[in-house]
């Protein structure tokens, strides 16, 4: 009798020890408005990972423009927003996938919070991000500093006027890169670049027409054929938006890569502008 309930108790302790951890994979996320929090859904549900939100003590609960005073205000002070705890131990997982906004060209500041608050280094960790124009590259490259001791895999980015193509994109970035199985059919390399021929610079024109923080001209092109249609990545001189307020001048011009998918049927979009 002593040895039965003896074995009761070692299984219902090992049980009690498993149901932390129910998956190798953490999608741990920080989201203000939602999007990246669809990302993040979408990525737990396909892996059957466990999944956390970051939350801030003080939610950034304003309006678009409450949001960026704020948080410009913070981040003249050089202060970033307190966290509530994880309720996971991050020590549990093999790979973390570190999902956020893109505030000001980088993650949002929440998750520097958390980078600040619990150790990553030597962690596999899977950066996703939504943006208004771009942002993966260039916060993944701060990513890259902030935690050298980190095994920083490819990302997935996208634009919050896409959402709709997440459910999609996600599974195919989660089986491109081994995370996910099942077959998948590659890509073709892009195009040596070209200089654009009338017809594409419209199609430019079009992808980047109603976005009001692109006032760009198309010089060069890639392109390759994808399933449904044509992605492009467009070369084009960044012009001003006007003289900045305290010159006489306009800033010269820079040049930005502007990704463009063109599906048969569909308007074409730019999916991310690498500045
Ligand atoms: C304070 C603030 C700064 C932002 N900065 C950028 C930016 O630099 N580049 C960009 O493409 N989008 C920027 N955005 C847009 C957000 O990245 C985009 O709306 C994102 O999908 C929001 O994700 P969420 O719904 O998960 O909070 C910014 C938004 C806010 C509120």
Redesign the pocket.
């Known amino acids: 009798m002593k040895k039965i309930l003896l074995l009761a108790a070692v299984l219902i302790l090992a049980a009690a020890c498993t149901q932390k951890k129910t998956s190798k994979y953490l999608v741990l996320y920080y ?7 669809a990302v993040a859904e979408q990525i737990a549900n396909s892996l059957g990972a466990d999944i956390e939100a970051i939350e801030c003590v003080v939610p950034y609960d304003g309006d ?1 423009n409450a ?2 005073q704020r ?1 410009q205000k913070e981040r003249a002070e050089g202060v970033l927003p307190e966290i509530k705890p994880l309720s996971v131990d991050v020590n549990a997982y093999d790979v973390i996938f570190l999902g956020y ?5 980088t993650y949002a500041p929440p998750v520097a919070s958390l980078l600040e608050n619990v150790d990553l280094n030597g962690k596999k960790i899977v950066p996703f991000c ?6 993966l590259d260039s916060s993944v490259k701060d990513l890259k500093a902030k935690l050298p001791n980190a095994e920083i895999l490819p990302g997935y980015g996208v634009r ?1 006027a896409r959402i709709e193509a997440v459910p999609a994109e996600v599974e195919r970035f989660l089986k491109v890169n081994g995370l996910l199985a099942g077959d998948f059919s590659p890509l073709p390399d892009f195009s040596e670049a070209r200089p654009v021929t009338e017809e594409e610079s419209a199609l430019f024109d079009t992808a980047v027409g109603d976005y009001p923080m692109i006032r760009a001209k198309a010089e060069e092109v890639a392109s390759r054929a994808v399933p449904g249609g044509m992605e492009y990545i467009f070369t084009a001189k960044d012009l001003p938006m006007g003289p900045a307020p305290d010159a006489e001048v306009e800033a010269p011009a820079r040049f930005i890569k502007v990704y463009v998918l063109a599906e048969d049927g569909k308007a074409p979009v730019f999916t991310q502008v690498l500045r």
């Open positions: 989201s203000q408005t939602a999007n990246t929090k678009f949001t960026i948080s906004p893109i505030w000001f060209g939504t943006f208004g124009s771009g942002g919050t």
